[in-house]
Protein backbone atom coordinates (compact mmCIF):
# COMPACT_ATOMS: atom_id res chain seq x y z
CA UNK A 1 0.00 0.00 0.00
CA UNK A 2 1.43 3.34 -0.73
CA UNK A 3 2.43 6.03 1.94
CA UNK A 4 -0.12 8.96 2.03
CA UNK A 5 1.65 11.93 2.45
CA UNK A 6 2.03 13.80 4.81
CA UNK A 7 -0.95 16.53 5.80
CA UNK A 8 0.34 19.69 5.45
CA UNK A 9 0.07 22.58 7.58
CA UNK A 10 -2.24 25.69 7.43
CA UNK A 11 -1.19 28.51 9.96
CA UNK A 12 -2.87 31.68 10.41
CA UNK A 13 -1.16 34.86 10.64
CA UNK A 14 -0.74 34.91 14.31
CA UNK A 15 0.51 31.33 14.36
CA UNK A 16 3.11 32.54 11.52
CA UNK A 17 4.52 35.23 13.94
CA UNK A 18 4.79 32.58 16.84
CA UNK A 19 7.12 30.79 14.68
CA UNK A 20 8.82 33.43 13.06
CA UNK A 21 11.13 34.05 15.91
CA UNK A 22 12.55 29.65 15.59
CA UNK A 23 12.59 30.44 11.75
CA UNK A 24 14.71 33.90 11.76
CA UNK A 25 16.80 31.66 14.87
CA UNK A 26 17.22 28.44 13.00
CA UNK A 27 18.41 30.25 9.62
CA UNK A 28 20.98 32.89 11.55
CA UNK A 29 22.47 30.05 12.92
CA UNK A 30 23.05 28.37 10.00
CA UNK A 31 24.18 31.18 8.38
CA UNK A 32 26.77 31.97 10.96
CA UNK A 33 28.35 27.85 10.94
CA UNK A 34 28.56 28.63 7.04
CA UNK A 35 30.26 32.08 7.90
CA UNK A 36 32.73 30.13 10.59
CA UNK A 37 33.44 27.66 8.07
CA UNK A 38 34.65 30.40 5.22
CA UNK A 39 36.07 32.92 7.76
CA UNK A 40 38.93 29.87 8.79
CA UNK A 41 40.50 30.00 5.36
CA UNK A 42 43.72 31.39 5.38
CA UNK A 43 43.67 32.79 1.39
CA UNK A 44 41.52 32.26 -1.89
CA UNK A 45 43.98 29.68 -2.52
CA UNK A 46 42.63 27.75 0.35
CA UNK A 47 39.18 27.83 -0.25
CA UNK A 48 39.85 26.92 -4.14
CA UNK A 49 41.66 24.01 -2.89
CA UNK A 50 39.59 22.52 -0.69
CA UNK A 51 36.07 23.79 -3.05
CA UNK A 52 34.63 20.34 -2.71
CA UNK A 53 34.81 19.90 0.63
CA UNK A 54 33.43 22.94 1.29
CA UNK A 55 30.15 22.89 -1.08
CA UNK A 56 29.32 19.08 0.83
CA UNK A 57 29.75 21.14 4.14
CA UNK A 58 27.64 23.96 3.13
CA UNK A 59 25.16 21.55 1.77
CA UNK A 60 24.76 19.41 4.69
CA UNK A 61 24.40 22.49 6.61
CA UNK A 62 21.54 23.87 4.55
CA UNK A 63 19.93 20.33 4.16
CA UNK A 64 20.03 20.23 8.18
CA UNK A 65 18.34 23.82 8.39
CA UNK A 66 15.79 23.22 5.35
CA UNK A 67 14.86 20.10 7.98
CA UNK A 68 14.65 22.06 10.80
CA UNK A 69 12.34 24.32 9.25
CA UNK A 70 10.23 21.72 7.53
CA UNK A 71 9.82 20.33 11.10
CA UNK A 72 8.15 23.69 11.89
CA UNK A 73 5.15 22.88 9.08
CA UNK A 74 6.96 25.57 7.09
CA UNK A 75 7.62 24.89 3.60
CA UNK A 76 11.83 25.64 2.41
CA UNK A 77 11.03 27.60 -1.18
CA UNK A 78 15.01 28.00 -1.83
CA UNK A 79 18.01 28.88 0.14
CA UNK A 80 16.82 30.89 3.19
CA UNK A 81 13.40 31.85 1.81
CA UNK A 82 10.60 30.15 3.82
CA UNK A 83 6.87 29.83 3.03
CA UNK A 84 3.50 29.70 5.96
CA UNK A 85 1.11 27.86 4.07
CA UNK A 86 -2.17 30.30 4.48
CA UNK A 87 -5.00 27.96 2.93
CA UNK A 88 -5.29 30.62 0.42
CA UNK A 89 -1.57 31.37 -0.25
CA UNK A 90 1.72 31.51 1.40
CA UNK A 91 3.15 34.15 4.28
CA UNK A 92 6.38 34.70 2.90
CA UNK A 93 10.01 35.66 4.46
CA UNK A 94 13.63 35.83 3.27
CA UNK A 95 16.65 36.07 4.87
CA UNK A 96 17.66 39.24 5.73
CA UNK A 97 14.06 40.34 6.13
CA UNK A 98 13.09 41.26 9.92
CA UNK A 99 9.65 40.24 9.32
CA UNK A 100 7.02 38.00 7.40
CA UNK A 101 5.68 41.03 6.21
CA UNK A 102 4.83 39.44 2.23
CA UNK A 103 2.83 37.54 1.09
CA UNK A 104 1.79 35.45 -2.41
CA UNK A 105 -0.70 33.24 -3.69
CA UNK A 106 -0.10 29.32 -4.79
CA UNK A 107 0.67 30.27 -8.48
CA UNK A 108 2.43 33.88 -8.04
CA UNK A 109 5.44 32.68 -6.62
CA UNK A 110 8.27 34.89 -4.69
CA UNK A 111 8.66 37.40 -7.65
CA UNK A 112 3.91 37.79 -7.20
CA UNK A 113 4.43 38.43 -3.37
CA UNK A 114 2.86 41.55 -2.23
CA UNK A 115 3.48 43.20 0.95
CA UNK A 116 1.04 42.87 3.78
CA UNK A 117 0.16 46.46 4.74
Known sequence: MAERPPARRIFSYDEVLSTFPAVRDLT????????????????????????SELEETIERI???????????????????LVDWDSGDGYYCWRYPEAAVCHFHGYDEGFEGRVPLN
Open 62 to 80: VAAWTSEVTALGCEVKGRW
Open 28 to 51: RAALRQIEALTNRLQSLDEMEGRR
